[in-house]
């Protein structure tokens, strides 16, 4: 099976995902349960142009390793 690269996870509503983000760091990061790498699969934002911004750099992204 061919895989598709990780795509971002944008979460807007940093009051509201904050004690998800605080969960996974701690008991299992820290835990072990989990792989550093995988917190960077998402972003929380509180801002719809920085959400905006994150997905134009994904296509710029996208865009470079396909015309490669």
Aim: net charge negative; with cysteine; charged share 20%.
């Amino acid at each position: 099976h061919k895989r598709i690269p990780a795509l971002p996870l944008i979460l807007i509503g940093v009051d509201y995902w904050q004690p998800l983000v605080d969960w996974m760091k701690n008991p299992l990061l820290s835990g072990g349960y989990i792989d550093p790498e995988y917190l960077q699969f998402f972003q929380v934002t509180d801002s719809i142009e920085h959400a905006g911004n994150i997905l134009v750099n994904l296509c710029d992204q996208y865009k470079a390793h396909v015309t490669k």
